[in-house]
């Protein structure tokens, strides 16, 4: 469905010392993971709908459970059923990234009365 997830390995240092913020990538199949952050790291979300049978799985926009650790900056969704957001790490501390996964039915279907949660907590140290 999704390509596997990319998060940040250790973080770098600049020739100064500082760390170095890093890119944490999120997808599909990152559902149920914790990943650990640092402060200034962006972490992305990008969850991928699909069709099948006259039905759109269509996700909503990502959200953090505590916009003190975890700020979105952006996010939206596509027709094609696509979400996307990013979040900037802003406190030490833990929050959770989650979205949730409904059906759209194309006229003459019906769908199944089913929502399909996402969620990834993340800690910033």
């Given at each position: 469905m999704a390509a596997a997830a990319a998060p940040a390995a250790a973080h770098g240092q600049a020739s100064d010392g500082a760390q170095l913020a890093q890119r944490i990538a999120l997808?599909?199949?990152?559902?149920?993971?914790s990943v650990t952050a640092s402060l200034g790291d962006d972490?992305?979300?990008?969850?991928?709908?699909?069709?099948?049978?006259?039905?759109?799985?269509?996700?909503?926009?990502?959200?953090?459970?505590?916009?003190a650790v975890l700020r979105r900056?952006?996010?939206?969704?596509?027709?094609?059923?696509d979400a996307s957001a990013?979040?900037?790490?802003?406190?030490?501390?833990?929050?959770?990234i989650t979205a949730q996964r409904r059906c759209r039915p194309d006229p003459g279907h019906i769908c199944p009365s089913v929502v399909t949660p996402w969620k990834v907590t993340v800690e910033v140290k």
């Amino acid at each position: 469905m999704a390509a596997a997830a990319a998060p940040a390995a250790a973080h770098g240092q600049a020739s100064d010392g500082a760390q170095l913020a890093q890119r944490i990538a999120l997808t599909n199949s990152d559902n149920g993971r914790s990943v650990t952050a640092s402060l200034g790291d962006d972490n992305e979300v990008r969850l991928t709908g699909y069709r099948e049978n006259g039905l759109t799985w269509v996700w909503n926009t990502p959200t953090s459970s505590d916009s003190a650790v975890l700020r979105r900056s952006a996010g939206g969704t596509t027709p094609s059923g696509d979400a996307s957001a990013a979040f900037h790490t802003e406190h030490d501390g833990t929050a959770t990234i989650t979205a949730q996964r409904r059906c759209r039915p194309d006229p003459g279907h019906i769908c199944p009365s089913v929502v399909t949660p996402w969620k990834v907590t993340v800690e910033v140290k």
